[in-house]
DNA sequence: CGGCGTTTTGAGTGCTTTCAAGACCGGTGG
DNA sequence: CCACCGGTCTTGAAAGCACTCAAAACGCCG
């Protein structure tokens, strides 16, 4: 089987598993929701597939969409006048991408991998939120989380040396695997060395050396490209804390 | 005048100016309410004033209350195992403190200045929010625009040089003062250098250093204790941006 | 097989930190 | 009223960690 069969393959589970009528099975905006609000939702919604490396929507654009991400992993990034970049954060199957108060969105959204989300117009959005208050909870609960694991990333970046960020990073990927329910020993990491330098403030050399560093004491295997194997992930996690001697 | 009769008066007029309804003349939650519904919100709530160098909450405890801010200024700060901190945002009047998903509060908060707050309990709130929309949506707007307020600090951390990130700050408390609809030339900075530190991720004698560069600049002044005048706010905004020759 | 983007590795530089000491300021008690 | 004290701020010198620049190895795709 051809990598292109596979990603095709495991696409149309998804489809059928989460997204008929926008994703009763994951843990996404729609969560709580009862069946007949969900048929509405979807009535409104449309369903896109898009592929790697896609831009949702970028920095400054009209802010006339909102999106969920029912699978795939898409990275959100501003762009400095430098030209530089900042990764502001990783986004997964489940969650929100777009909903902002201004006018136009303050990041770009782009696509990591392969992925389908569903697209709701905003005025179609505000909509839903006055009908059904209980997805307006929903939704808050999720930006009150999203704020939380931003200040979250904030003291990763602020205040912790370069091998304790790439600690953090793999910690975080952990972290937003298991939310999904998955399990697999293998860590789906789509992401170069330099989107996640770009997310922690290092350069990719720097993420380079430290992959490298965790690689020669046993704490991690990359078996295949864009996945790793996380062997040691209590020592990864000490080092994130800085629980480590010293 | 001396100075504590200053701090008396302007006190007296902010509470007789916004509060004897939880705020109907702030940017803060109840903006968007009726008088009515401000009535009942009144009701439910508490006024509290307290000195400088309270602590609201702490990281840890349980999230039993919400807390508004009529006036004064906060930091909310993290703490980290090895002893360190992040102070992982300011807070101004008609902000919004402790309003978490979780069940306990994810960081300090800590008063600057002497300050009175709007307290409400946590079921209490939940029921305002089910029982007024409205209510519900603005609460959403001022998270989704803290979330966008974290992550430009992330940017900021992440991304550019030691006074860079200090010029950053300065442009913020100025934006912070301008939402607030003032205008006057000097800026209340109650917040020491080492505060300045641990939110921009530098040492303290890093912000000390810039704030003595920026004064050689004839950038700035610090006229009397914790306050600064901006003379040359372009100058300082382009360093911010990275706008700067070089 | 060749080309291109990503990753790795090395060497040297530099910015920020660390460590240290002194200055400044406000509050307090003699 | 003034001297003292603690906390904050400033300044200097040295060290260290991550960055920059550079080049080679790797792996994917056409």
Redesign the pocket.
Not at 201 to 206: A, N
């Given at each position: 089987m051809n990598p292109l069969d596979a990603t095709r393959l495991s696409h149309a589970l998804q489809v059928d598993e989460v997204c008929a009528t926008c994703g009763s099975r994951v843990a996404g905006m729609c969560k709580p929701m009862d069946p007949a609000s969900l048929d509405e939702i979807a009535a409104e919604s449309e369903r896109v597939t898009l592929p790697a490396r896609s831009i949702v929507f970028r920095e400054g654009d009209n802010a006339s969409r909102v999106f969920s991400l029912i699978n795939g992993i898409a990275k959100l990034t501003r762009l400095l006048p430098d030209g530089k970049q900042q990764v502001v954060g990783f986004r997964f199957p489940g969650d929100v991408l777009g909903y902002t108060g201004r006018r136009e969105y303050p990041f770009d959204a782009e696509l990591l991998t392969g992925a389908t989300l569903c697209r709701l117009d905003r005025p179609k959005m505000d909509k839903l939120l006055t009908r059904y208050p209980a997805l307006e909870r929903r939704l808050l609960d999720l930006c009150v989380q999203e704020l939380t694991a931003t200040q979250e990333q904030l003291v990763t970046v602020g205040r912790r040396?370069?091998?304790a960020r790439v600690a953090a990073f793999l910690v975080s990927l952990v972290e937003a695997r298991r939310r999904r329910g998955k399990v697999e020993r293998l860590l789906e990491m789509p992401m170069?060395?330099?989107d996640i330098a770009d997310f922690l403030?290092?350069?990719?050399?720097?993420v380079?050396?430290s992959?490298?560093a965790f690689r020669k004491r046993g704490w991690l295997r990359e078996p295949?490209?864009q996945k790793v194997e996380l062997l040691d992930l209590a020592a990864i996690s000490a080092l994130a804390d800085g629980t480590n001697e010293n």
């Open positions: 040396p370069a091998e170069t060395r330099a403030g290092l350069t990719l050399e720097t380079s050396r992959f490298t295949e490209h």
